[in-house]
């Protein structure tokens, strides 16, 4: 069964062709973009939201213009890359009694905050207010207990109201109306006047830098691929820290520039590429050069169902494909009212493919086969992740499937956040055992 | 038989009761993955509702179909249906709740052949003023389903017999918990836990034929036992009667419980209203949480500091499905909230099976701590 999906044929029987590549020229910027967002939340006189990087974030957004936050996931992520401090962190929180086999960002972002350490300097800084979404089993509990702990307000919004081919008026209703709870509750614990045009433009901003991440996402079905998935952690880690700022969804247009002339040149992300993979879940952050021995054997991830999804806006386009979001203002719809900017805003994040995940494995499991046939993939590597129950849920359904459809996979068990549960020589081995499998020895 | 032999004889016996059932009144069965479930509306429309639960068998069959970071509760229940002891099963369904159990539901889908099934998105925000207006609607959607399903339409008068059994079980079995309150409870808390569980897999009506009885015999019922210390039993799913038999056995008596085989399932009515949909919408957004639906607030803690109260207990035991996060993400909190109040707590950790001499030395250590004051 294995042996029958072939992909489009790239490199093979042809020797080692080289490609030309190159660093990306929005490297510095990217970098940059992301310090200073840190460096804001921490900086006085700003009025501070802790939350998930799921949560409808334009709508805090609306109490005024000098609203900042932190986004625990991605938060958690850098100091995994850390990892004496990740270590420190998950000590911290075990010492207070919470299990180890908890979500690794939830664990690692408090014990963080029993520390009171932030991990670009200084003291935890304190949030005002917590905003969440919820879809896990873990987002509701993580800030309950980070506005028990600092004793500030939280609201929260539930999102999981089930798969966007089941959404209907009640769906959308039971969100929408939750959004205009937290409104009013974020209104009167923070004493601001609510502003919706910058609601509505943060709602703008959010349909734009993630449609757009989408589009850069598909530049990479070209050969060669532009980018390898390592790179786009760099790219896809501001949609997850400011999706809603015009600045990032900006830069995301640069992005997308950029990899246009790189696909237009033929600049590849790695010399060789004989190999074009994909893997899911949130990679361990501490493993990233998992990626760069993936190159001895002359392979590349040219993606991953997590970096293309959890930030980008897909549809189906009219020539069959799987593409970028069309907007509602590439629509040439007109938002005028915090009720319309509203709905407009959970149809859209209700509709994100990661979330699909939650409530029927095999509407991933067909994604993943699509992803297979329009990225010209040899295989897969699925992470069975023990630090995120979401992504790693119907994960074992995922990897029957793509068996079942001829499509090579590999899977390897580790954890995004806690190096602990690691076995870096055992995850090596069994790349080896896998490209060996696809036939590409190392070079 | 006497009838609390009856109420474990029917947990022990669950597949032959409703294959036997279903033989008697031809009528469908739906398996069911969670207490979120709203069996009100199962039984209108004439289906025997049944809970899906493991066997405490050591299995090897999940593996493929679910990573071993997920919980061994939901990895058991699929262990059930894989090895086909659920064959008499029409259909299957469940009430959105943990990411666990949700595996267990759309695995079964996948590779367990079966008529019918639907998956309910009960809301997890339940302190919303939005989620009752929610529910109803997605009950709303569920009814039509059923009523596809079944060939028949459900009546508002199907409803409301639905909500009459639900409750007149539910009635019955706190008066039955009202008896644990007693100094020396007439009944012992492995037979709750029988009654309660069976209550999840036998008709609602000949169970409650079966608590009238009980009811009847309460009074004059007198247990050859010492009560003991007076324990609760807090924390996740928890069907595992060996264990409980172990720590009635160290001189203990587990006088009321908060999980979803005791009283969270069962506490809560639903309040009757004109509109019965939203009357059981109601009921289960109201109902004592899951941890994974209680929050921003975590409104579970002050019901179980009442009904350690209310039941004079002594300390709790805190039990935990191995990974499950929603539990996880309550205990800590929950430990130190109880010790406030002046409740001991002793942690385990559950799996598909338990170690119950290791168990037994912790639960006696667990005693001697409650002791402590006795000796000094």
Known sequence: MMATFTGNDTNMGAGLKRYPTKPLDCWKKAKELRQRYYEQYAAPGKLRWAGSAWALDPIPAGLGEDVVHLTGEPYAAAIAFNKDFAVRCQEAAEAHGWARDLCAYFRTYIGGMFLDEYAFGGKYPKPDFCFTGHICCTHGKWYELVSEYKKVPYVAIDVGVGASGDLNANKIDYVVNQAHEAIEYLSKATGREYRDDLLIEACKNLFRSTSTWAKVCCLNKNIPAPLDEKSMHSLYVLGTLDRTDKEFADFYDEVLEEVKDRVAQGIAAIPVERCRLMTDSQPPWYFLHFYRYLEQFGAVSVGSFYVNTLEGAWEDKPDGTWGARTTPMEKGIEIRTRDQALRLLAEWELSRPQWQTFYDPQLKTDLLIRMAKEWSLKGFILHYNRGCEGTSSGIAENRLGLMKAGIPVMTYEANMGDEREFDEPRTLARIDSFMESLGFPKQ | ?376
């Not at chain 2, 993955?33 to 999940?62: K, N, W």
């Not at chain 2, 209680?294 to 709790?316: C, H, M």
């Not at chain 2, 942690?347 to 000796?375: H, K, N």
């Open chain 2, 1 to 376: 038989m006497s009838v609390v032999d009856r109420f474990a004889n029917w947990w022990a016996n669950r597949h032959e009761y409703a294959k036997e059932w279903k033989a008697r009144t031809g009528g469908k069965v739906l398996g069911y993955f969670c207490t979120y479930m709203p069996e009100e509306m199962i039984i209108g429309a004439g289906i025997l509702p049944v809970r899906i639960l493991g066997s405490h068998e050591p299995q090897d069959v999940t593996e493929p179909y679910i990573f071993g970071m997920f919980c061994p509760f939901c990895r058991d229940c699929l262990a059930q249906g894989l090895k086909g002891r659920f064959d008499y099963l029409d259909g299957i369904s469940i009430a959105q709740s943990c990411l666990h159990i949700r595996q267990s539901y759309t695995s079964w889908k996948l590779h367990v052949p079966v008529d019918y099934s639907y998956y309910l998105c009960m809301p997890h925000h339940v302190q919303s003023p939005s989620a009752k207006p929610f529910y109803r609607g997605e009950l709303e959607a569920f009814k039509k389903s059923l009523e596809e399903w079944t060939g028949k339409p459900i009546t508002d008068q199907d409803l409301n017999r639905g909500i009459q059994i639900m409750n007149r079980n539910r009635q019955l079995m706190r008066q039955v918990y009202e008896y644990r309150k007693q100094p020396n409870p007439p009944i012992t808390g492995l037979e709750a836990m029988q009654i309660v569980i069976s209550s999840q897999m036998v008709d609602k009506e000949e169970h409650s034929r079966a608590l009238e009885e009980l009811l009847a015999e309460l009074p004059d019922r007198k247990l050859n036992r010492n009560t003991g210390a007076r324990l609760m039993l807090v924390g996740s799913e928890d069907d595992d009667t060996e264990f409980l038999k172990m720590v009635e056995s160290v001189g203990t008596t587990v006088v009321v419980d908060e999980h979803c085989t005791g009283t969270r399932y069962f506490w809560d009515d639903v309040v009757p209203n004109t509109d019965s949909l939203y009357a059981i919408a109601a009921r289960y957004v109201d109902r004592t949480p899951c941890p994974t639906k209680d929050w921003p607030e975590r409104r579970r803690f002050p019901r179980i500091l009442q009904f350690a109260k209310d039941y004079g207990v002594q300390g709790a035991i805190i039990i935990q499905q191995k990974f499950c996060d929603p539990h996880e993400a309550d205990i800590p909190p929950l430990t130190a909230y109880l010790k406030e109040h002046g409740i001991p707590t002793l942690f385990l950790e559950f799996d598909v099976t338990v170690p119950v001499g290791q168990f037994r030395i912790r639960v006696e250590a667990f005693l001697e701590t409650l002791s402590q004051e006795d000796l000094f």
